[in-house]
């Protein structure tokens, strides 16, 4: 059987995902992060919260729970809590000399669209999309730099939290929900065209990042080469290395503060 077909051993375990349920389990998620970011993160700060702890609260809090909701989903669908049972429905299989070539192509391929694709997500920065609050602006910025509102100096406990936060949660959270759990489902009622409607799916889920047209176009060149890798193999982990790789800087610039 072709990868792009559906997985037979599968397809009387779960159940199809159509249209309306697609945009119901991305959009749920997606009004929930918004929120969270938009509207509970400005109030955080505005009481004097450091960002290491609106981080903690605003980005990690909902992505440990969409970790905990793919979780969830597993066990409602009946299955064991065996390793064996859990790779095999969030396609963790293992990986061969294939599967890594097609991993290295996804990272190369989506790092190069995004060079081609700048243009045209240039041409359209001037089509607003969200706006948003002065705080949400500043906290970002102050991220980018790796400022998290504390002394870094010796905090491995600070490290330990973003670290294992974004690697657990944060792709950890994404990947076991959209491309282990809905993905497969998807597959079951779009066939092998699945890919694109969940990379514009998953692309649309970040909307709260986009100010303007041009960030949600810019985007699709990793949403979409994700979708369709994840689905090509049959595999979650290479998006699970891409999507690290994309989060790792953060991560990074705080261990950096945190050795001095």
Known sequence: MSPNNIPSQSATAIRPLGL???????????????????????????????????????????????????????????????WASFAERMRLAGM???QWLWTIGLVVGSFALQILIAPLARALQGIPLISWPPEFGQFMASMEQGSVGLDLRGRWDVLAVVSIGLALFNVGGEELWWRGIILPRQELAFGKWTWILHGVLWDLFHVFYYTDLGKL???????????????????????????YIINVGFPLIVAKQVIG
């Open 20 to 82: 309306v349920g697609s945009l119901l389990l991305f959009g749920v998620p997606a009004l929930g992060f918004s929120w969270s970011v938009l509207s509970v993160l400005p109030s955080l700060a505005r009481q004097g919260y450091s960002n290491y702890t609106i981080f903690v609260v605003t980005f990690l809090g909902p992505l440990a729970v969409l970790f905990l909701t793919a979780l969830a989903a597993y066990r409602i669908e009946g299955r064991p809590w065996t």
């Open 96 to 98: 061969n000399r294939q």
């Open 217 to 243: 176009v810019a985007n699709l060149a990793i949403t979409l080469p994700v979708a369709f890798v994840s689905q090509r193999t049959r595999n979650t982990w290479p998006a699970i290395v891409l999507h």
